[in-house]
């Protein structure tokens, strides 16, 4: 049965590109609902939170390289959603630590999912609703959630990593095939929390040697809970490698790697570990966005622009232009 409750536009996706698409929709007076699978919005600008520590376990942090980013950055700074992060940042080449560029480097407050709940806002949005399929309803659209609910609307925006949409796109081959094409690497994230800080004169490091590709100190980000939290990222060689392997078996490989980058006897009070299936892109389309004005589905997501935070706000505000033009 069809929803009597039709929506000019459904986005599924809560992160960064489906909710800068929904606020740009929402502002031109579009009627808009946003579904995501998870408990709460930021896709990959996720953070999990502890009494004693929290650990950004995606995106890290974002810089703002365009005019109009760095115009939004600026109302999230104002609105406090939004800090710097002035931590000391090296790169390790396998001998030596050498200072990392100098270029701006922000968080969400209070960690890099407060960012996306403040673009959420009031917006109406639908958690623990995974699409499972979509089919012609009329000239538009009626969504299956896995949860047995279902939505109606106009037009559809799949703002999800490439590999899921393709997955959803049977009845559109050209947009599947595009999504298909693209290859996103995997990413397992190590989370350690330390009951004393480490003495290590840096408070993050891009490691270009063994398993790891990253480390942070959470806590030398504002906003974060004082403890002592390092947050470890693999490289996409290692954790492809070792996508299948146990969380522990990963936790142990990691806090050894640590160890050995850092030069301490590590005792950590816990260690836990997530596996992001689809991390990164590997060669991002750059086309910004796409947008099939006839069936009225559009595709946003940093896999179309950039592979990074502001390429995933911009190519939802893309979208948001293209669907704007054809309604
Ligand atoms: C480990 C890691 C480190 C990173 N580091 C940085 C960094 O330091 N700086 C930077 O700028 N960028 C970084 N990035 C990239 C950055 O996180 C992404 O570019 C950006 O968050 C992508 O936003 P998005 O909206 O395109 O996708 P996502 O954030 O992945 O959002 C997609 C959403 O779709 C939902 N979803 C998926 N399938 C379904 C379905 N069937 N039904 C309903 N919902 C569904 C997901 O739950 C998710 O919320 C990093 C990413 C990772 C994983």
């Known amino acids: 049965m069809t ?9 599924v996706g809560a992160g960064m590109a489906g909710l800068s698409c929904a606020r740009a929709l929402v502002e031109a007076g579009l ?10 919005a930021g896709g990959r600008m996720a953070t999990r939170r502890g009494e004693l520590a929290s650990f950004d376990h995606g995106a890290q942090y974002f810089t703002a390289r365009s005019p109009d980013f760095a115009a939004a950055l600026q109302s999230w700074l104002a609105a406090g959603v939004v800090a710097p992060w002035r931590g000391r940042i090296v790169a390790w080449d396998g001998s030596n630590f ?19 709940r403040h673009l959420l806002g009031e917006l109406e949005c639908a958690s623990q609703h995974k699409l499972s399929s979509f089919e012609r309803d009329g000239a538009g659209w009626r969504l ?24 959803l796109l049977e009845g559109q081959p050209d947009l599947q095939a595009q999504a298909a094409g693209v290859v996103m690497s995997p990413c397992w994230a190590g989370m350690l929390r330390f009951a004393d800080p480490l003495a290590l ?18 806590n030398s980000k504002p ?22 392997d146990k969380e522990d078996q990963v936790g142990r490989a990691l ?3 640590f160890a050995e980058l850092s030069g301490l006897t590590l005792d950590a009070q816990e260690v836990s570990t997530h596996r992001w299936l689809y991390a990164q892109a590997e060669a991002p389309l750059e086309v910004g966005c796409l947008f099939d004005a006839k069936a009225g589905i559009g595709l946003a997501g940093d896999w179309l622009n950039g592979s990074r935070v502001e390429g995933a706000w911009d190519s939802g505000r893309q979208l948001a232009a293209k669907i704007i033009a054809a309604s």
């Open 223 to 244: 906003g974060r809970p004082k403890g002592e939290a390092w947050l470890l990222h693999a490289s996409s060689a290692w954790s492809q490698a070792h996508v299948k």
């Open 255 to 257: 806090l050894a790697a």
């Open 98 to 116: 050498s200072v990392a560029g100098e270029e701006a480097r922000y968080v969400g407050q209070p960690g890099m999912s407060g960012l996306c």
């Open 144 to 167: 299956d959630f896995d949860n047995g609910e279902t939505a109606a609307c106009r037009k559809l925006v799949l703002a999800l990593p490439a590999p899921q949409a393709a997955a």
């Open 31 to 40: 009627k808009v609902a946003v579904f995501d699978k998870a408990r709460g």
């Open 3 to 11: 929803p009597l409750h039709v929506l000019d536009v459904a986005i």
């Open 201 to 218: 004169a840096f408070d993050g490091c891009f490691v270009n040697q063994g398993p790891l590709s990253w480390v942070a100190r959470n």
